[in-house]
């Protein structure tokens, strides 16, 4: 299974902007979250 990491700061909205749009694909392509 694929790995994907995200590298962020706490309060940072675009991080969680960005970890919500690959939270939402998690599923359709099957990798693993860190």
């Known amino acids: 299974m694929k790995?994907?990491?995200i590298y962020s700061r706490?309060?940072?909205h675009l991080c969680e902007i960005a970890i919500?749009?690959?939270k939402s694909?998690?599923?359709e392509f099957n990798f693993d979250l860190q």
Do not use: A
Request: with cysteine; charged share 35%; hydrophobic share 25%.
């Open 25 to 27: 694909v998690k599923n």
């Open 10 to 12: 706490t309060g940072c």
């Open 20 to 22: 919500d749009k690959v």
């Open 3 to 5: 790995k994907v990491t």
